[in-house]
């Protein structure tokens, strides 16, 4: 079964791009575009939609308070942001509207495509840089900023790995492995390694 997907970006030539790299995935059918905020609305209401794909500066409505319409009236649609900006603000913002993924428009078309199959299946999606920010951000708000190290610990936890296993990935010792994990509860304020695994999941930080 196709996902059908609605773009919304006020640059035909970047739309007709879009739509050219995502007709070859023969899984993903193009059914709608849309120009602007409000007629974005309008198709959404009207359409059978799985993901809208949505630039967030528009004319007339833009995209942050499409995507605020959306959840508050609890329209039947996956929203993936798709915008130039990649600062806190906005990726802090389309997070806390309901956005189910935010990837830059640098990102390869592959990387899209995959972010598109994602959350049309019930998943989040978050390019590299975004997840940066957020987990950024999140270590900040819990108490404190989980470094890339301890990322990729995290990663790691959330593939199924044990200490020891940790410690032959990273060359490392068990014992700096569990200062990791008790730093990154720390941080997180989360107590148990399940939590950890649906932190990382949620934010992206399990690819």
């Known amino acids: 079964m196709k996902i059908n997907v609605l773009l919304v970006d006020d640059h035909p030539l970047f739309r007709e791009g879009l739509k050219s790299r995502l ?44 995507l605020e319409l959306i959840k508050e009236q609890e329209l039947d649609c996956k929203v993936l942001m798709l915008s130039m900006h990649d600062n806190k603000e906005y990726i802090v913002s389309a997070m806390r509207h309901g956005a189910d993924g935010y990837i830059l428009k640098d990102v390869p078309g592959n990387e899209l495509i995959d972010a598109i199959k994602k959350i049309a299946n019930g998943g989040q999606y ?35 790995l044990n200490n020891k296993r940790m410690a032959q990935e990273l060359n490392v010792s068990v014992r700096t492995i569990e200062t990791h994990k008790r730093n990154i509860k720390r ?7 399940t939590g950890l695994v649906r932190y990382a999941i949620e934010y992206g930080l399990d690819r």
């Open 23 to 66: 007709s070859l995935d023969e899984d993903i059918e193009v059914v709608g575009e849309a120009n602007n905020g409000k007629e974005a609305l309008e198709l959404i209401k009207q359409l059978s939609l799985d993901v809208v794909l949505m630039d967030i500066n528009m004319p007339q409505m833009n995209g942050m308070y499409v």
């Open 187 to 193: 941080k997180l304020a989360i107590d148990t390694t």
């Open 126 to 160: 978050f390019s590299a840089e975004v997840t940066q920010i957020l987990s950024q951000e999140t270590g900040k708000e819990k108490g404190g900023v989980i470094t890339s190290r301890e990322q990729l610990v995290l990663r790691l936890i959330s593939h199924g």
